[in-house]
């Protein structure tokens, strides 16, 4: 027996989860031990795979071969730095999620906790057997895993139809981006019926198969990245289910999708051609604008942050393919730059989305509401989620000094370089474009103020919302420490881009370690000093302390004298909770502006209707353009092989004679 | 860390916080006498702090927590700001922690907060002008964030003390593209402050107004605070564009001559910025908010332009 390496650790953790999956199956009925035991358990184990990868970034890579599956085919798992970046992000996500999970679940909602456990943590096993997989079977097999997995946590409330429905939509979306995925392996294995990665990276760098393989896993991982156009079933399935479900699909899976782009784009295939980045920066700027549009005119809360899901994917493809670009002019510190700012950004977006996304989770339970023009005033009756929430909200909208803004900045000094490339045109279109990276960054501050503005603040919308109960003690722990994180992650940029440093160097041979430790570990210079430089902790401590003198000074010289009174609103007397502006009321100047994104039915009744019913309907044309056209086309295509089946057994023997004519008379030649 | 770049940093703060109600009172008295209006004294912005100041304060039975710390930290984040521009030396401790990326972030915080709170007691008005600030926002930021990378594409840096040295003292060298920038700049600088013809800093006419519909709630000392925000945020602007359109006499070292030299140069700069400001907004009229995308989009053009002819016909010397 060998000593148990790293990979041995992680792959131990991992399976740790898909047991407890299965002592919670094996326990149905009790609730208490699922919740209280399992749950925490899962939550320590994610904790553990953090610090386990956190210990293998920097090692060299190590292999493990599985002798499961089929005779010939052993599960080949290999953990390099990318693999344990992501591991890393996996883990510490998890371990917010899950506690709060415990705290979250009730034996009376949806699916049954026991089957929920398995499930939950039977996708967990399947993400890390995704990032560690070195082969095309053990890929496909873990990525399948982790699609039916989410497919049925979705489908967690099934009686109800528009949840089949939308679960349904992801599961089918999902599945032709898993034969887009496939096939691109099978392109790369080539004819060498190899399906190792190791293989793959021998396949040929010339010719037109590599661009092949890289447009099919483009399709494949764009669709379940959310990428423009194949996006739609982001928006319907991430809001119906569970809230930790919800996280963890905004938080956790979106990323397995960009680990598996990053995978093929940088270390299978070897050459990388400057116009694949460029396809991928149009369609991640058009993901992103469109994701941040129809995140400001949603009116359900989940559903606004699904859409800025999108808009954040958006925003990573933006940085993986500025990475491609200078990637492909040699400039490897430049790409690394790039990729940093992405690779950061998953790591952002998957605490603030999931902290969001949680305290939606609470919000539902305490109020049984999802629509936003039905809440309201929350931040007097739910303080904590409040506040964490505040937190999660200004770090989406990527304001300092938090962690979105430092992803931001390193893209926006990344776009800042595109000026020096040595080509004729992109060193001017690119620079510009960085333009649309402050618009989407910009509107995404409004999307969050309006997000959290009328589910927090303001007057309650519903009699009930006064009934409201603050998050449970272990759900407070999820959101502490996902918000600690928010918190961290854009207090300390420096540790992460030290860490980030392996996994630019494995893939694009550049690293900023040096540029960004060399002035100490409060200022970040990801290039050099005079290029540009930020300090988040002198950023945060200088607002504190000024915000603590002013206060000193104000309540020093002067009395501190505070009367609660009836609002003002210019002396207008008459003042009721159906006069503060709606969801879609804050949406009005969006729909307005952006109006070709958006496809409106309105009803606006005469002025003389006695019952007047007011509706504003904002839904996506893609829909209309796009899916609905080509599912009419599948539909007919169908009904015309339906042609075929007649019901009688001596037309089907006569296919079968024909069948067999044929292939004779093609092998005979 | 050396002890005149300290000093520089907290003169520039203390001039900031003294001063910006001065250019606020400046403006206003060139306003009124354009507009043919007896004008109100130079110090009155002053008088009315303090009278803010010492009154009671009467919070909203709604109002949270948030709308009691808002005032605070949207004070802090335009002192901040202040403190982040060059005004009177380029050699500033503060510098190397927040660059002009930063500075249009920390803007953005301010701006949140600032709506949040208008949304917070609920009132028709209240969300209304939140909802107005954040669209106003979204427009003028991206066009605020394209020249500034103009200047910085000029200086190959981000930082506002490099592109002052480099537009200041390097090379004297004309640039074209920084008189469109300059002009996008002016247009973001109104739009942001509240100024005609986006909005109308005087107004409460209700349906027009912007920034005071957000603050109608706030009173006593919460209000002083926030209005002493305004004008740190106005002068924070004026001193942009001057660093970015005007840095000349701007001194690279911090010694007490030339800052006291940098101070009087400020000084008078701003004296003309104030009357130049007062003109635009006599002689235009304020618009519509919707037509406040086309303002805001032809600014964010200008800048676009800006950046595209530094490309095209500065790149190459």
């Known amino acids: ?181 496939l096939l691109a392996f099978g392109v790369m294995a080539g004819s060498s019926g190899d399906y190792t990665f190791d293989a793959m ?145 998953c790591l952002n977006h998957a605490f603030f989305k999931s902290l969001l996304f949680l305290c939606t989770g609470s919000v539902l339970h305490a109020t049984g509401e999802r629509n936003l023009g039905k809440l309201g005033g929350l931040i007097h009756r739910m303080p904590w989620v409040a506040w964490l929430a505040l937190i999660g909200a200004l770090a989406s909208a990527g304001l300092p000094p938090l962690n979105g803004f430092v992803s931001e900045w390193l893209l926006l000094q990344g776009f800042l370089f595109t000026a020096g490339l040595p080509h004729g045109y992109l060193n001017m279109l690119l620079p510009v474009v960085a333009g649309a990276v402050a618009l989407i960054a ?179 044309p893609l829909w209309y353009w796009l899916y609905l056209p080509l599912a009419r086309l599948v539909e007919y295509g169908t009904r015309l092989i339906a042609f075929l089946q007649q019901g009688r057994i001596a037309i089907y023997l006569l296919y079968s004679f024909v069948t067999l004519l044929t292939l004779l008379v093609l092998t005979r030649g | 860390m050396n002890f005149y770049a300290f000093l520089a940093q907290l003169l520039e703060l203390v001039v900031a916080l003294v001063l910006a109600p001065l250019l606020t009172g400046w403006i206003n008295q060139c306003r009124a006498w354009l507009q043919n209006r007896s004008a109100p004294p130079l110090l009155q912005t002053y008088y009315t702090l303090s009278k803010l100041f010492h009154k009671d304060v009467l919070l909203a039975h709604n109002a949270s927590s948030l709308f009691r710390a808002a005032p605070y930290i949207i004070f802090s984040c335009m002192a901040l700001s202040c403190a982040i521009v060059p005004t009177l030396s380029t050699d500033l401790i503060f510098a190397p922690a927040a660059d002009a990326i930063a500075l249009v972030g920390l803007f953005a915080l301010a701006r949140v907060f600032i709506a949040l709170a208008g949304m917070d007691v609920g009132t028709s008005f209240g969300s209304l002008g939140s909802r107005r600030e954040m669209f106003i926002g979204f427009l003028a930021e991206p066009a605020l964030l394209m020249v500034f990378f103009t200047a910085s594409l000029i200086s190959r840096s981000t930082s506002l003390s490099t592109i002052v040295e480099t537009l200041a003292h390097r090379e004297f060298v004309i640039y074209p593209s920084l008189a469109f920038a300059g002009v996008a700049f002016t247009m973001v600088s109104l739009a942001e402050n509240a100024r005609v013809p986006i909005d109308n800093p005087t107004t409460h006419l209700e349906l027009t107004m912007i920034h005071e519909a957000m603050i109608l709630e706030y009173s006593g000392r919460h209000l002083a605070l926030i209005e002493w925000a305004a004008s740190l945020k106005l002068f924070a602007y004026s001193c942009l564009g001057i660093a970015l359109f005007f840095p000349f006499g701007i001194p690279e070292a911090a010694d007490p001559l030339s800052l006291l030299l940098a101070g009087a140069t400020l000084i008078l700069k701003l004296a003309i910025g104030g009357i130049v400001l007062a003109l635009i907004e006599t002689l235009s009229a304020k618009m519509r908010i919707f037509r406040a995308p086309e303002f805001l989009g032809t600014a964010f053009l200008l800048a676009v332009l800006a950046m595209l002819v530094h490309l095209l016909l500065e790149a190459g010397q």
């Open chain 1, 1 to 181: 027996m060998r000593q148990l390496l790293l990979i041995d650790w992680i792959l131990i953790t991992a399976l740790g989860w898909l047991a407890i999956g299965v002592v919670g199956i094996a326990f149905p009925r009790k609730f208490f031990l699922i919740s209280r035991a399992l749950f925490p358990l899962g939550a320590f184990l994610g904790l553990l795979l953090a610090l386990l990868a956190l210990a293998a970034i920097a090692s060299a890579p190590q292999r493990v071969i599985l002798p499961i599956g089929l005779p010939d085919l052993p599960f080949h798992l290999r953990l390099d730095a990318l693999s344990a970046f992501f591991l890393l992000l996996l883990g510490a996500t998890a371990a917010g999620i899950s506690i709060y999970a415990a705290g979250y679940l009730r034996p009376s909602e949806g699916t049954e906790p026991g089957l929920q456990c398995l499930l939950y943590h039977a996708l967990l096993t399947s993400m890390a057997l995704v990032m560690l997989a070195d082969d095309g079977y053990a890929f496909m097999v873990a990525w399948e895993t982790m699609a039916l997995c989410a497919y049925f946590l979705v489908a967690s409330e099934h009686r109800y139809a528009e949840i089949r429905r939308a679960a349904y939509l992801y599961l089918l979306i999902s599945h032709i981006g898993a034969v887009g995925i």
């Open chain 1, 201 to 345: 990276r021998d396949f040929p760098t010339s010719g037109y198969w590599p661009t092949v393989a890289f447009l099919l896993a483009l399709f494949g991982f764009g669709t379940k990245a959310g990428l423009l156009p194949l996006h739609v079933w982001l928006p319907e399935a991430h809001p119906v289910a569970p809230s930790p479900v919800s996280a963890m699909m905004s938080g956790i899976i979106l990323k397995t999708a960009i680990y598996g782009m990053l995978r093929v784009a940088f270390d299978l295939l070897h050459v990388q051609l400057g116009w694949w980045g460029i396809l991928l920066l149009i369609l991640g700027l058009a993901s992103a604008l469109f994701g941040v549009i129809f995140a400001a005119v949603q009116t359900d809360m989940k559903r606004l942050l699904a859409y800025s899901s999108i808009e954040n994917i958006g925003l990573v493809f933006v940085g993986i393919g500025l990475a491609l670009v200078f990637k492909s002019f040699q400039l490897p510190n430049l790409a690394a730059l790039a990729l940093t700012a992405a690779l950061y950004h």
């Open chain 1, 442 to 620: 910009a509107l995404a501050g409004f999307a969050m103020v309006k997000f959290f503005g009328v589910v927090f603040l303001g007057q309650p919308r519903e009699e009930k919302l006064a009934q409201a109960h603050d998050a449970s003690r272990l759900e407070r722990y999820g959101l502490l420490w996902l918000a600690a994180g928010c918190v961290l992650l854009g207090l300390l940029p420096n540790v992460i881009i030290a860490l980030l440093d392996p996994v630019t160097r494995q893939l694009v041979g550049g690293g900023l370690r040096y540029a960004a430790t060399s002035h100490g570990w409060w200022l970040l210079a990801p290039i050099s000093e005079d290029r540009a430089s930020y300090s988040p902790a002198a950023f945060l401590a200088s607002i504190a302390l000024f915000m603590a003198f002013v206060y000193w000074m104000v309540r020093r010289y002067y009395h501190g004298r505070a009367q609660r009174v009836a609002a003002w609103d210019c002396g207008y007397p008459l003042q009721t909770s159906r006069m503060q502006d709606t969801a879609e009321g804050f949406g009005q100047p969006i729909r307005r502006v952006f109006s070709p994104f958006f496809k409106r039915t309105r009803e606006h009744p005469s002025p003389f209707d006695a019952q007047p019913r007011y509706r504003s309907v904002v839904e996506d």
